[in-house]
């Protein structure tokens, strides 16, 4: 276990809006992803929906593959949450407060303010916005040519991190989240038309 902070390195820049409007997470395209979830030594896997509503709220639906489902999310414009559906084992407020801002983080809704803290950090830029106790981070090449990875992070410890290894937002091919202060870890593939 380490005691160094893990943005130790990072040096405080001044803002720059015009690199984070190139790359900010701000609007997710209503997409079927294909999901496999791993939590404390089990496995579950099915359908994750991410839906952008007309009215610019977001619904987020897993299900698995026989049609139960696992849980249902609304994400609403005024910034509430509301719980549609979760069944019993995942209807735990520590559970469903996680689920909550790893998908506050997927759908960029901590970035929709655009007043960002800018720092960097060897060749990456990290733009953050302060939530309470944490701050959310969307991080960027130097250039801002792309969009590397999010992630939630207290002052001293990076809590979850999600990768973006495929095509980026409004809709992203891959995403994987991983949760650095418990076992966890959330992988999304897109699915495509053909």
């Known amino acids: 276990?380490?005691?160094?902070?893990d943005y130790k390195g990072l040096q405080a820049t001044a803002p720059d809006a015009v690199c984070a409007a190139k790359v900010v997470p701000a609007r997710v395209n209503t997409s079927w992803y294909n999901a496999d979830v791993d939590v404390v030594g089990r496995h579950i896997s099915g359908l994750l929906l991410v839906k952008h509503m007309p009215d610019s709220s977001y619904r987020v639906v897993f299900t698995n593959e026989a049609g139960v489902t696992f849980f249902d999310f609304g994400f609403l414009t005024n910034g509430d949450f509301k719980v549609y559906n979760a069944i019993h084992q995942l209807n735990k407020k520590a559970v469903i407060q996680t689920l909550r801002k790893d998908f506050e983080l997927?759908?960029?809704l901590p970035f929709r303010q655009g007043v960002y803290q800018r720092w960097t950090e060897g060749e990456e830029v990290f733009f953050g916005v302060a939530q309470k106790k944490e701050t959310a981070y969307f991080i960027t090449s130097k250039d801002c040519a792309s969009l590397r990875r999010l992630e939630w992070g207290a002052p001293r410890k990076r809590k979850v991190t999600v990768?973006?290894?495929?095509s980026p937002y409004p809709s992203p091919d891959m995403l994987e989240l991983k949760h650095h202060t418990f076992n966890m870890q959330i992988k999304l593939a897109r699915i495509t038309k053909e």
Request: proline residues 8%; hydrophobic residues 50%.
């Open 1 to 5: 276990m380490r005691c160094a902070s």
């Open 163 to 166: 990768l973006l290894p495929g």
């Open 106 to 108: 997927v759908l960029g």
